[in-house]
């Protein structure tokens, strides 16, 4: 980095050579700007894309057990109208059982009413005597007998009708609900395919984005690369130093003093506005944390202190700072 006077930075900078590499450092650091903007965009689109198919892989999942669910519940159902089909076949049979011994006792309970019947004529006939009365008696607890032979009978049998058709309740409950969990089952399964298939076009859709964040990646690797050739040539072709963003000359006679060629337009991260191509001064222990307008500067420490104050103290665009 060779010593140099303000007039030969400005003369430098008006000349076509520099033009031509300062179009290129501008068109590169352009382009940069735009693929970097590019690259963090499609690495968001990435990010989200990779959370909607992990969600929607989640999702199919979830639905699959579902299904899953529902088919596990019409077996248990289908179980227990299995269970209630066969209960209800056992008591049918009972019953049918029963109700022929019903309707034998029902029988014997007829002829035993109507052998009453003739004992009650005999013995209301005009040559009565003690052993028809006693025979009297003898078919009335006959028939009592039979009466309550046939009413315990008649009970169980009703009672076990209200269990057949409690028993056909309960399989005709599960038979329906069996049903309608099978159909559920295949209605969540043909759900979980299809968000299974969703699930797949995203993967593809984010693999997709993701090969092209690549591509956006390598395309600013390249331009950085560029960039960092463009400001690595200057060095040699114009026999400064290079940073991102400025170009660095020392100043002749003031040792401890450079100029400095801004290659960006900030207007807020530096004490004073920055515009591409304008020249500062700034004291190479401070560097660019303090600028100030280039001037030719004279030998005198003294005074180019003073104008340095006095620059800073009347803040930007000639306005004074004000005292609390």
Request: hydrophobic content about 35%.
């Amino acid at each position: 980095m060779r010593p140099v006077r303000l007039s030969e930075v400005r003369k430098l900078v008006s000349q076509s050579d520099f033009h031509d590499w300062w179009e290129q450092l501008r068109t590169a650091l352009d382009d940069l700007q735009t693929s970097q903007n590019r690259w963090q965009q499609l690495i968001r689109e990435t990010a989200i894309s990779e959370f909607n198919a992990e969600l929607a892989q989640k999702n199919a999942i979830d639905t699959l057990y579902r299904a899953g669910e529902s088919e596990d519940a019409a077996a248990t159902l289908s179980s227990e109208a299995t269970d209630a089909e066969n209960a209800a076949f056992q008591l049918v049979s009972q019953y049918e059982d029963l109700r022929i011994h019903v309707s034998e006792a029902w029988y014997r309970l007829g002829a035993l009413e109507k052998s009453v019947d003739e004992r009650k004529e005999a013995a209301a006939g005009p040559s009565t005597g003690k052993r028809a009365e006693e025979a009297l008696r003898t078919a009335v607890r006959a028939q009592d007998t039979a009466q309550q032979e046939y009413e315990r009978l008649a009970a169980r049998k009703s009672e076990l009708w209200d269990r057949v058709e409690a028993t056909w309740g309960r399989q005709a409950e599960a038979s329906l609900r069996m049903a309608e969990a099978k159909m559920r089952s295949k209605r969540t399964r043909a759900e979980a395919e299809s968000r299974f298939q969703d699930a797949e076009r995203l993967k593809a859709q984010n693999e997709r984005t993701r090969a092209e964040t690549e591509r956006a990646s390598s395309a600013a690797t390249k331009l950085r690369a560029e960039v960092a050739r463009l400001l690595a040539e200057a060095t040699t072709r114009f026999g400064c130093a290079a940073g991102e963003d400025f170009l660095y000359f020392r100043q002749k006679d003031q040792a401890s003093w450079a100029f400095c060629l801004a290659l960006v337009e900030d207007g807020e991260s530096y004490n004073v506005e920055v515009h591409p191509l304008s020249i500062y001064s700034v004291e190479q222990k401070r560097g660019v944390t303090f600028l100030e307008p280039a001037k030719e500067r004279s030998a005198s420490t003294d005074e180019g202190d003073k104008r340095f104050e006095e620059y800073f103290l009347s803040g930007r665009k000639g306005r004074r700072p004000q005292v609390a």
